[in-house]
């Protein structure tokens, strides 16, 4: 079990490595993207480019710059934004966490709570229309564009209702919880709620045909003869076993959110969260900032894989041997 | 950076302008003179400014956008300053730093000032003579944008643009502490060298500045406000400098606000919400094309349109196929419509069509069309009043480019992409295969500069460094702005002709000893070099400022546009 | 072998024919290809909208246009004439199916004719995407799960990478290197402009989605005893893989494509709206929405339209894949019993 850790692990490095390299040359592949004549300014002569190439490493080889750069990121930790000269690079994405968790945080609460409600109750429910009603709802969820969904609300909130019935909603943008907490729940309640629904979907979709999946294990019908209520089938057996997918998926799609891949919802509200930080150095070509959030954002993602591989390994030992 | 980032930096020329037009008495325009007297009754509060993205390094040696130079304005000194006033007298050039204009001596090569005496810097160090000498130092130690276009004439400037670490002004800037006073040699007289000395880059910081990019940590400033914390993906603060005094109303008035934040990461449509519900006061980037209307009917007295000195135009690669052919440009030009580029920046209101090079009302300007219906360029018209598709249509014939393959290379901005796709639309008619090549705003402007992408056509714009005719003509068609290869190539036409460059030059001398003959020569080269159509000037462009209700003293400067430091919310 | 027979001898059909006939019973079938098929049809006879009904050309900027509304003929691109006369709108919804049924856009093109040639270029981005998607991941799925070892730990890894990367940077990056000169890998040359490369970025980034899954089932599947009496019989790999492994997995790959379909549509409308994609002034669902955006404020149906369009098409292909679902595993079906 250590090895398969260890094994686990030694690979999520590689891949992390991987991922540096192929952004850093894919960076500097794209024409144009040499930031030498954009830091330098407006019809700078030739020689102030060459001094700014030179301060910026940007005269030495690829490799040289490439180990330059991950020195700077990972062990002086004072890489600094081609951009915003001067910027220091892990302060700002360091500051962006508080508003991507807050995001993350509201939404998964209330994503879980729709969909382990919707999702038991579509499973279970004696009422037929419920089911199918859950069900459609949650197709329309998972086919919804996030950043279409979130300028129609925009829209609405913003303009179109906004001296009425949203007279409330305040402008767009992020407040943080220490410094006003009324306000910064009510700049995150509708970005909650956008982000919310594709999430909602897909777990109401997945519990509930989960939860249909186990009703019809050979075990269930066992207890069913021994004479155990529904209810009591339903919520001890087919619902907690079905949890244990809810948990790996919300595993991976927590990491994945937090990571930054919450990118549209961010930018669509103004939210200053590592996923707008991301959509921001990718539009200014600001390779700095840009290495460090997918750095970070991989970390995430590979880091929740892991964890999701190694616990299947716990419960399945089939797995480790692969 | 979405708007392009050009400034405007007046010379001799302008104040002589100024000074003909108020000594004729005659100008209509009553060219305003200076700020009201401060008024304490209406100061204090907050004013809130919200933009897209923050602008890059706050230090004003490296800083090079109209976003943060507008806010040097109220922060930053240099020994000369722009005025405070409206229409043209905010071109004129005033002592601020130093007691008086500088005296000028040794054929023009030698300008004497005198330093005020009793400023402190928002650190509460004292200004010296000392500061000033480091601050002509540390425009090359940083590697300064400018360093080798405007301040290359001091002597001593080539060997700190070789080895900047080592820059040392001994000759150059001569100061003395007995008698505050400071010498500034050049190599050679420059007509527009007060301009020069007013800009951001000129200003004054402590000799203990850091010599290299300060980046997001504030500099110590001279004026009434001082920079309290920058974060660029959040926040800048400004808040009153305790240590300042006001010494010339002109130079550095009084501010009103108590606080100036600066909002980044708005979206414009987000912003213009922001303002209308007196969030915030006032929009940086431009209105979105949805919601000019709304601002223009429901809130007509909060907007505000003054006239630029700009255009926006199509540069075509004169070294590259189809546009190596002087036929097509011409087609070009003849076939574009400017009245529907017009309406896609948002309506005759804020922009209007033009064909000649030099804008209206600009040194040297005349007003000509030659790319208009019944016109030619032997025989141009008064004004642009429609395109000639038939006439294009037979020039890409008789070019023999026709069918060609021509790609448009535009920022991704909505207004941009749709003036490129409707460029699309017209070369498709005249007989090409056109395509559309959107790409990153950030990158576009580099991209289109750099031989080596081979550009043939793309949509670009231009705002004037000071208004002499030199700085459009000879900045974007001169064969020194031609660099291939190079990012760093503002002649994106890659246009290079020897006897036009050798008439440039002339005009140029023209502008020391006898301005008017040299604009008539300007405006005899504007017209000479459309013939050969290296560029199709689409239209000049107006800014447009939203401001909220309760936002009232609003003054707009032709050097900085709006005087942040002037408005009231009290 | 025989054991493979043996499960299916079970039923007196085949599984794939009982899957059929519940499929074909299947209401939420119908009803999504009914409405898969209706907007094919329509994105299809696009051109007869444009040419015979609308006389428009969806492609070509009209700037200056007009039309006729109620016997009066008015701008297509209206200046502004209230107040300080800023800005310029295009005109609103007519209603009338001969021309600006839904308003023009910005270039005073006819919104609804764009849509219906933006919905061939979705679907068929859409599409493509979803089979690259599915058959390089059928391949790296089933190899890896097969062949196991070294081979299976190289393409896992593999699989983690795309699952990580940034998309959106691989996209911009690619997208400027092919908007400004073309790309060429070996013999094949990518043109400006061309659909390959939302199509192949697209298709990728879901790879790790489809092919894990199909990994696990293929591990699972070569423990089971009719593969290992295949093995000991001593058949070829292939004939395995052919004979004994795709039947199994055939299922899943059902189940798969309208999801990933769906998906796929709805990645391409967010690179679009990020500027990466089809290339103007060919239209995208995706890019009338972002086209729409800049008029949200004053026809907000141009950008609310494509998008309803979307989410009709993603919800009938989600549709569509449950009710597959549910016909070819039996066990869900089992809902009545509980």
């Known amino acids: 079990m250590i090895a398969f850790i260890g094994r686990r692990f030694s690979a999520m490095i590689f891949v992390l490595v991987s991922i540096s390299i192929l952004v850093f040359l894919i960076f500097f592949a794209t024409p144009g993207v040499d930031p030498a004549a954009r830091i330098a300014g407006r019809n700078a002569d030739q020689q102030t480019l060459m001094q700014v190439r030179h301060s910026f490493e940007l005269d030495k080889p690829l490799p040289v710059r490439y180990l330059s750069m991950m020195r700077h990121l990972f062990i002086s930790r004072d890489l600094t934004s081609y951009v915003n000269r001067g910027a220091k690079v892990i302060p700002q994405l360091s500051q962006a966490i508080p508003a991507t968790l807050s995001l993350v945080i509201g939404a998964a609460i209330i994503w879980l709570l729709f969909g382990i409600t919707f999702g038991v109750l579509a499973a279970s429910s004696k009422r037929k229309w419920l089911d199918p009603t859950i069900s459609f709802l949650g197709i329309v969820g998972v086919s919804l564009p996030v950043f279409w969904l979130g300028e129609v609300v925009n829209l609405v909130t913003q303009s179109k209702l906004h001296t009425s019935v949203f007279r409330w909603v305040p402008p767009l943008g992020y407040v943080g919880l220490s410094v006003n907490p009324w306000q910064w729940f009510l700049h995150l309640i509708f970005p909650w709620l956008t982000l919310a629904v594709l999430y909602a979907g897909i777990y109401v979709r997945v519990l509930r045909s989960e939860i249909l999946v186990v009703m019809s294990e050979d075990y269930i019908k066992t207890e069913r003869a021994k004479g155990a209520s529904e209810k009591r089938i339903l919520y001890k057996h087919a619902t907690r076993m079905s949890l244990i997918t809810i948990v790996s998926l919300f595993g991976l799609d927590f990491g994945a959110l937090v990571g930054g891949y919450a990118l549209l919802t961010e930018v669509v509200f103004g939210i200053q969260g590592v996923g707008k930080l991301t959509f921001d150095s990718l539009q200014n070509f600001d390779l700095p900032v840009i290495m460090a959030t997918v750095m970070y954002a991989s970390f995430f993602v590979v880091f929740m894989n892991a964890v999701v591989d190694v616990l299947y390994a716990v419960l399945d030992p089939r797995v480790r041997r692969a | ?570 | 072998m025989a054991l493979k027979e043996n499960s299916e001898a079970i039923f007196s059909e085949s599984p794939g024919k009982i899957a059929l006939r519940t499929l074909r019973k299947d209401k939420r079938a119908l009803f999504s290809l009914a409405i898969l098929g209706f907007i094919v049809a329509i994105s299809l006879l696009a051109p007869i909208y444009s040419h015979f009904i609308a006389h428009t050309d969806p492609f070509n900027s009209t700037l200056d246009a007009t039309t006729t509304i109620g016997g009066k003929v008015v701008p297509v691109l209206e200046p502004s004439t209230t107040g300080l006369g800023l800005g310029v709108t295009p005109i609103g919804p007519t209603w009338n199916l001969r021309g600006y049924f839904l308003g023009a856009d910005g270039q005073g093109r006819d919104v609804l004719a764009r849509l219906l040639y933006g919905g061939r270029n979705t679907l068929f981005i859409g599409l493509s995407a979803g089979i690259i998607c599915i058959v390089l991941a059928l391949l790296i799925g089933v190899v890896a799960g097969y062949r196991k070892g070294w081979i299976d730990a190289v393409l896992s890894r593999l699989l983690d990478v795309i699952w990580a990367f940034p998309v959106y940077l691989l996209a911009i990056s690619l997208s400027v290197v092919l908007l400004t000169s073309g790309l060429t890998i070996g013999f094949i040359h990518i043109g400006p402009g061309s659909f390959a490369l939302p199509i192949f970025i697209i298709g990728i980034v879901y790879i790790p989605y489809v092919a894990r899954p199909i990994r696990a089932q293929v591990l699972a599947l070569r423990e089971r005893e009719f593969v290992r009496a295949a093995v000991g019989i001593g058949a070829k790999d292939s004939t395995i893989i052919f004979r004994e492994i795709l039947p199994n997995i055939v299922p899943s790959i059902l189940v798969f494509i309208p999801i990933i379909v769906a998906l796929c549509m709805l990645t391409e409308s967010a690179l679009s709206f990020l500027s990466i994609g089809v290339q103007p002034p060919q239209a995208s669902w995706g890019t009338i929405i972002n086209d729409g955006l800049a008029l949200l404020y004053t026809r907000p149906l141009v950008g609310i339209a494509p998008g309803l369009l979307i989410v009709l098409t993603a919800a009938s292909l989600n549709l569509y894949g449950d009710a597959v679902r549910d016909a070819l595993d039996p066990k869900t079906r089992a809902r009545g019993d509980a």
């Open chain 2, 1 to 570: 950076m979405r708007r392009s980032f050009r400034l405007a930096i007046p010379t001799f020329l302008s104040a002589l302008l100024v000074a003909s037009m108020l000594a004729g008495g005659g100008a209509a325009t009553a060219a305003g003179t200076g700020m009201a007297p401060y008024d304490p009754t209406h100061a204090g509060g907050t004013v809130t400014l919200v933009a897209a993205a923050a602008a890059g390094s706050l230090d004003p040696k490296i800083n090079y956008t109209a976003e943060y130079w507008e806010l040097y304005q109220a922060s930053y000194d240099g020994l000369l300053g722009f005025k405070y006033g409206d229409g043209k007298s905010s071109f004129e050039i005033v002592p601020d730093l130093a007691t008086a204009l500088p005296v000028m001596s040794n054929g023009g090569k030698t300008l004497t000032f005198t330093l005020r005496s009793g400023i402190k810097f928002s650190n509460g160090a004292p200004l010296t003579v000392a500061d000033v000498k480091a601050s002509f130092e540390r425009i090359f130690k940083v590697s300064s944008p400018t360093a080798g276009s405007f301040y290359n004439g001091i002597v001593g400037a080539d060997a700190c643009l070789k080895v900047p670490a080592t820059c040392k002004l001994d000759k150059g800037v001569v100061v003395d502490p007995k008698k505050s006073s400071i010498v500034i040699n050049l190599v050679a007289p420059d007509e527009t060298i007060t301009s020069k000395l007013a800009v951001p880059h000129a200003v004054i910081n402590p000799a203990s500045a850091p010599v290299k990019d300060a980046g997001t940590t504030p500099i110590p400033t001279t004026g009434p406000y001082m920079f309290k914390s920058y974060d660029p993906n959040k926040l800048l603060v400004m808040v009153r400098n305790p240590y300042f005094k006001e010494w010339s109303h002109d130079a550095q008035p009084q501010g009103y606000p108590a606080e100036i934040d600066y909002k980044f990461g708005v979206t414009p449509t987000a912003q213009v919400t922001a303002v209308e519900n007196n969030q915030a006061n006032w929009v940086y980037d431009p209105i979105p094309a949805d919601r000019l209307n709304e601002i223009g009917t429901k809130y007509a007295s909060q907007v505000h349109v003054n006239s630029l000195t700009a255009m926006w135009y199509l540069p075509m690669n004169t070294n590259l196929a189809p546009f190596n052919n002087v036929k097509a440009r011409q087609a070009v030009n003849y076939a574009i419509d400017r009245a529907a580029m017009v309406k896609i920046f948002g309506g005759s209101q804020l922009a209007a069509p033009v064909c000649s090079f030099l804008p209206p009302s600009f040194p040297g300007h005349v007003d000509y069309c030659g790319y208009t219906k019944g016109a030619t360029p032997d025989k141009p018209a008064k004004a642009w009043a429609a395109p000639d598709l038939a006439l294009a249509k037979s020039l890409v014939k008789q070019s023999g480019t026709a069918g060609q393959a021509v790609g448009i290379v535009v920022s991704d901005d909505d207004v941009n992409k749709q003036m490129g796709v409707y460029l699309q639309s017209v070369l498709n008619s005249i007989g090409y295969k056109a395509t559309v090549k959107p790409i990153s705003g950030n990158i576009q402007f580099t991209y289109i500069q750099n031989t080596k992408n081979k550009v043939q056509i793309s949509v670009s714009q231009w705002y004037q460094d000071y208004p002499a005719a030199s700085d459009f003509l000879n900045v974007l068609l001169g064969c020194a702005s031609f660099t291939p290869n190079s990012d760093s190539s503002i002649n994106m036409a890659g246009y290079c002709n020897k006897p036009f460059d050798a008439q440039m030059q002339k005009a140029m001398g023209f502008g020391i000893t006898n301005p008017a003959a040299g604009n008539t020569l300007w405006g005899q080269l504007d017209q000479q070099v459309m013939k050969d159509a290296p560029v199709a000037v689409a239209f000049t462009p107006k800014q447009l400022d939203f401001v909220s209700s309760g936002t009232k003293n609003y003054h707009f400067s032709l050097q900085y546009k709006m005087f942040i430091s002037q408005l009231q919310t009290k």
